[in-house]
């Protein structure tokens, strides 16, 4: 069983930056993609980046494109979010994720991640 904890989460002001981390129990973290999505209140999850499982591909939802930069360190089981040039609508419960098939290329959507995080909270004032 795969346990993944994600940290870094807080209060920031408009135009501030945060840096989350989620880090994965077992031998196998660096078979696989990762995933950060997002849950605003009242709305559904959404996807926010992913990385393939070496860190050499990236993908980005277009709303955080240029302001968010997804890594990984394998020798360390953790996957991070840099989030930089925060805004009010980045406020949302933010989860890891680690995708279903090893060495395949990034996903994009929920269906193709089996383990999740319990979440750590990104709020952003005005």
């Known amino acids: 069983q795969v346990q993944l904890v994600e940290s870094g989460g807080g209060l920031v002001q408009a135009g501030g930056s945060l840096r989350l981390s989620c880090t994965a129990s077992?031998?196998?973290?660096?078979?696989?993609?990762m995933g950060w999505f997002r849950q605003a209140p009242g709305k559904e999850r959404e996807f926010v980046a992913a990385?393939?499982?070496?860190?050499?591909?990236?993908y980005y939802a277009g709303s955080v494109k240029g302001r968010f930069t997804i890594s990984r360190d394998n020798a360390k089981n953790t996957v991070y979010l840099q989030m930089n040039s925060l805004k009010p609508e980045d406020t949302a419960v933010y989860y890891c994720?680690?995708?279903?098939?090893?060495?395949?290329?990034?996903?994009?959507?929920?269906?193709?991640?089996?383990?999740w995080g319990q979440g750590t909270q990104v709020t952003v004032s005005s």
């Open positions: 994720a680690r995708s279903n098939t090893a060495f395949t290329v990034v996903a994009t959507t929920q269906d193709n991640y089996h383990y």
């Open positions: 077992g031998r196998t973290f660096s078979r696989y993609p």
């Open positions: 990385i393939s499982w070496s860190g050499g591909s990236t």
